[in-house]
């Protein structure tokens, strides 16, 4: 072989190389990419299908036994979802007839045994819908909003929801599956050793259920931030999340209330964490808009997964359209099976996701975590709501003249009677008074709602803690 043919076959052998190399590169390896990015994907997926499925759940139900005898859970609500899905799948997977109903109706059948779902504020019958595997029926086309759902048990193919504006509507399905689990879930709770409601009102006209005894205790419960201001090493660490964990070009100012500000360019995005723990991120998302909740929420859950998480317990308590750009969703969270709320207009849920297309805008996050404390009282009796209201009836009574602006009617009797009729919950939270700067003793609280007006009473001696209006 001369010295040209050798040339030649090592030209022809490097071509072969070059041609073997360049296949794996472009062939094989982008393969396996693509196929990790898409198991990543739908690992993703699953998981935001799975927390979505533990958000959207109602705030607490109504147990009827029969007779005017009641109890109100919002403790363990995944327990009583998980009971009642199968029941409400056949509605919403089937072909039911969905007629406007009165609320008449409604009442009648709330008195025999049965269970009343109450949902947030403002929750879209489709995200109900998408956590019993559907979206597209006759139940979402025909209702917009679900406030309630009530399941009589003896219900032979009938259930009601309560829509937008309170219109209640008949549910109606043939073919319906008899299914008697239910009645022996509520059968089995009556056994048990339950907070008993009564409608005290229903004279005037009133059947919003009342606690006739609460020997159930009432845990006192100490809770710190989430995040720990006086770590500032945690602190930049929560912030990096935000910024793809560089914070090389962003700017860090600290304010003299204690807050640390994170900005991003020109204010394109920005963190500020304040001296109580809050996380408060905006994001500028141009002028995208969103027309589909289940996107918009799906985003949510995704953002708020990647920065912290949702906290244990947690369920979508309100939604809002902003302007028919975006979409707002509030989150709140349980502590001891109670509601956690906050001494601070500024702060209506734990957790606010604004959403935008499928861009977060605004992302406001205040966690408190319990903090285990030994040695300490574990609680003190609760006063029943109608005993507070009895002893703070001068208060109502000026308020009530001071929101209607009543000036010819001013019968006592009469003043008294609207209130009692105009009293629509009675719910037991923890009220977080804010009073220290990261950790604070919860106060167990009756929040109270007596037509605009909102009540804050300390369960344990009926102190009144807060009032405000509400729309």
């Known amino acids: 072989m001369n010295r040209e043919q050798i040339k030649t076959l090592i030209l022809t052998l490097l071509i072969i190389m070059s041609v073997v190399f360049t296949q794996k590169i472009w062939f094989y390896s982008p393969l396996r990419i693509l196929q990790s990015e898409a198991s990543f994907k739908e690992r993703q997926a699953s998981i935001i299908l799975e927390t979505r499925g533990q958000l959207v759940i109602p705030e607490q139900a109504i147990i009827s036994f029969g007779n005017n005898n009641y109890t109100i859970i919002s403790s363990n609500m995944e327990g009583i979802w998980r009971e009642t899905r199968d029941v409400l799948s056949q509605y919403f997977n089937g072909e039911p007839e969905v007629t406007p109903s009165t609320y008449e109706k409604y009442r009648e059948n709330s008195r025999l045994k049965s269970i009343e779902l109450q949902f947030g504020k403002n929750i879209p019958s489709v995200l109900v819908s998408s956590v019993l595997d559907t979206v597209d029926n006759k139940v979402v086309s025909s209702i917009k909003e679900i406030s309630s759902i009530l399941i009589p048990t003896l219900n032979r193919g009938i259930i009601y929801i309560v829509g937008k504006d309170n219109n209640i509507y008949e549910i109606k399905l043939d073919d319906y599956a008899e299914n008697r689990q239910l009645m022996a879930y509520i059968d089995n709770l009556q056994t048990t050793n339950y907070v008993r409601y009564y409608p005290l009102f229903a004279d005037v006209g009133n059947y919003t259920v009342m606690p006739l005894n609460y020997e159930k205790s009432t845990p006192k419960v100490f809770v710190e931030s989430e995040i720990k201001v006086d770590d500032e090493e945690a602190v930049i660490e929560r912030a990096k999340s935000f910024f793809n964990e560089n914070l090389d070009f ?40 969103s027309n589909n909740v289940l996107t918009a929420l799906d985003a949510a859950i995704d953002f708020a997964i990647d920065h912290g998480g949702f906290p244990e317990d947690s369920y979508l308590k309100e939604i809002k359209q902003e302007d028919k750009k975006g979409y707002y969703f509030g989150f709140g969270y349980r502590i001891e099976g109670l509601p956690v709320v906050f001494n601070n207009p500024n702060l209506a849920h734990p957790l606010e996701i604004e959403v935008y297309g499928d861009k977060v805008k605004n992302y406001r996050s205040f966690v408190r975590e319990e903090m285990t404390l030994g040695n300490f009282s574990t609680s003190e009796p609760t006063l029943l709501p109608q005993k507070i209201i009895e002893d703070h009836i001068e208060l109502l009574k000026a308020d009530y ?71």
Request: zero cysteines.
């Open 250 to 289: 962003v700017k860090t100012i600290k304010e003299t209330s204690g807050a640390v500000v994170f900005m991003y360019g020109y204010g394109e995005k920005g963190v500020r964490i304040n001296n109580r723990g809050r996380l408060e991120y905006t994001e500028e998302v141009g002028s995208i808009t």
């Open 401 to 471: 003249l001071i929101d209607t602006e009543e000036t010819q009617f001013l019968d006592e009797k009469e003043i008294l009677n609207y209130i009692e009729k105009n009293i629509s919950k009675a719910e037991l939270v923890y009220y977080d008074e804010m009073e220290e700067t990261t950790r604070q003793l919860l106060t167990p609280a009756w929040r109270i709602k007596i037509d605009k007006r909102v009540y804050y009473f300390n369960s344990y001696d009926g102190e009144l803690l807060h009032s405000s209006l509400v729309n």
